[in-house]
T-cell receptor, first 110, second 112 residues
């Protein structure tokens, strides 16, 4: 039979635009959330994290927003660059250890 | 710190052979994780250790897979016998407490 790969959501943006990557999490008891970036041929790399007692946290060019009411997490990347092209994963720590979502592919066009 | 170190980076073997993947976690981290990543199934947690003790191996596909952590600075993931469907990228990650996991560069395994 024909093999079917895991189809990741894809976000395409122009260089210089702002990007917003969304993640819905499942466990209302999750207390810690992490965003990772995975470039082709590399392992996932930590970008930014946020604890459940916060709504927003900012890093360098990145901002994470947490909406516990609707169990939604977002990663905002300002002035997106070609080097930001990668798969982005969110992870939530619910029952014990962080578990990963399926990822979103970000494609940045020069 | 050098980060999580994995070896080999690439492994090509024939079906039926034994494969051993190695991992050195970040010094001071008390959790170690093994993941498998494929296009079909994404990133899957296979097993994790806390203070060298296996805590949850429910993600290990079958008895052909085994993992050990003889000390705080070394872990192995063994596949015996290997099969073509085991072809994937295998990642090791470590963390302090249950916080952020730091990943190694991965081992790309190809079983012919």
């Amino acid at each position: 039979g024909e093999s079917v790969g895991l189809h990741l959501p894809t976000l395409s943006v122009q260089e210089g635009d702002n990007s917003i990557i969304n993640c819905a999490y499942s466990n209302s008891a999750s207390d810690y959330f992490i965003w990772y970036k995975q470039e082709s041929g590399k392992g996932p790399q930590f970008i930014i994290d946020i604890r459940s007692n916060m709504d927003k946290r900012q890093g360098q060019r990145v901002t994470v927003l947490l909406n516990k009411t609707v169990k939604h997490l977002s990663l905002q990347i300002a002035a997106t660059q070609p080097g930001d092209s990668a798969v982005y994963f969110c992870a939530e720590r619910g029952s014990y250890i962080p578990t990963f979502g399926r990822g979103t592919s970000l494609i940045v066009h020069p | 710190d050098a980060g999580v170190i994995q070896s080999p980076r690439h492994e090509v073997t024939e079906m039926g052979q034994e494969v051993t993947l190695r991992c050195k976690p970040i010094s001071g981290h008390d959790y170690l994780f093994w993941y498998r990543q494929t296009m079909m199934r994404g990133l899957e947690l296979l097993i994790y250790f806390n203070n060298n003790v296996p805590i949850d191996d429910s993600g290990m596909p079958e008895d052909r897979f085994s993992a050990k952590m003889p000390n705080a600075s070394f872990s192995t993931l063994k596949i015996q016998p290997s099969e073509p469907r085991d072809s994937a990228v295998y990642f090791c990650a470590s963390s302090f407490s249950r916080d952020t996991q730091y990943f190694g560069p991965g081992t790309r395994l190809t079983v012919l």
